[in-house]
């Protein structure tokens, strides 16, 4: 299996993971234009997709969807009541509704030679869920839009050989930013985005002694910087008894113009 960020951050995000016979992509909220050059620089054919899986239906995560279903006539897979949502979008345009396909919180479900699990988060959405991607062998975490996290999201996201996690905002930076009140109220709520340390303290519970690498993604364009999300991540990696060399996870922040560095588990 690989894991390849695509594209990561406020404006937009996309995510591709794979195995030999079975190529998904976790929303796609940039251009169809930007997302086909990108997989072919991994050398995958947006033919070749068997699904798009969708978080949830907020503009950065769906933006480019209208136009890809489009072209391609790949299937959609969500909960039924971020289905619905998405339906709603303004920017979606006309498309074959047939593509569109319920799935249920907590409920795994498989597809080809990948088992796929939508994991219930409180984002402040109709019905937002993160999700584990795994074979026989090896498994992939995906966690962004978390506002914060619990016991049970840090159970089903354990065990992993790679991780998506959010660092989306440095709590000072919003704080003093332009953002109104009421904005940074919701991104500091726990049905917004985790700050970095918030993010850092849930990378460190899911380290294990496998892990081939961690993307620190959705980073704030306005409220962050990858140097400081990275640096404030590492902090909090201390104590935990696989992190005394962090550098063995390959840690790298997920890029927001380009795809970023493929992990192979």
């Not at 390849?4 to 251009?31: A, M, W």
């Not at 390959?250 to 890029?255: G, L, S, T």
Request: hydrophobic content about 35%; proline content about 3%; charged content about 25%.
């Amino acid at each position: 299996m690989r894991i390849c960020s695509l594209y990561s951050g406020s404006s937009g995000n996309c995510i591709y993971v794979g195995s030999n016979n079975t190529h998904v992509l976790i929303d796609i909220g940039v251009s169809m234009k930007k997302v086909v050059a990108a997989l072919q620089e991994i050398d995958v054919k947006p033919e070749e997709l068997d699904a798009i899986l969708i978080t949830h239906e907020h503009s950065d995560h769906i933006g480019g969807l209208g136009v890809f279903l489009r072209k391609y006539g790949i299937p959609v897979y969500s909960t039924s009541k971020t289905l619905e949502a998405v339906s709603r979008y303004k920017n979606l345009g006309k498309v074959d509704m047939g593509l569109f396909h319920g799935v249920e919180p907590e409920q795994s479900f498989v597809m080809k030679d990948l088992y796929i699990k939508p994991i219930s988060t409180w984002h402040d959405a109709a019905d937002p869920v993160c999700y584990t991607v795994s074979d026989d062998n090896h498994k992939i975490s995906i966690a962004t839009d978390l506002g914060d996290y619990d016991e049970h999201i840090v159970n089903e996201l354990s065990g992993a050989d790679a991780l998506l996690i959010e660092a989306n905002h440095d709590i000072r930076m919003l704080e003093v930013g332009p953002y109104p009140y009421h904005l940074k109220q919701r991104i500091l709520g726990k049905r917004g985005h985790l700050s970095n340390e918030r993010g850092g303290q849930l990378v460190r519970e899911l380290l294990n002694d496998h892990i081939k690498g961690i993307y620190l993604g959705h980073l704030s364009k306005e409220n962050n910087y990858p140097e400081l999300a990275y640096e404030a991540v590492k902090a909090e990696l201390y104590g935990n008894p696989y992190s005394n060399d962090f550098r063995d996870f390959n840690m790298m922040v997920a890029e927001r113009e380009q795809r970023s560095e493929v992990i192979e588990c």
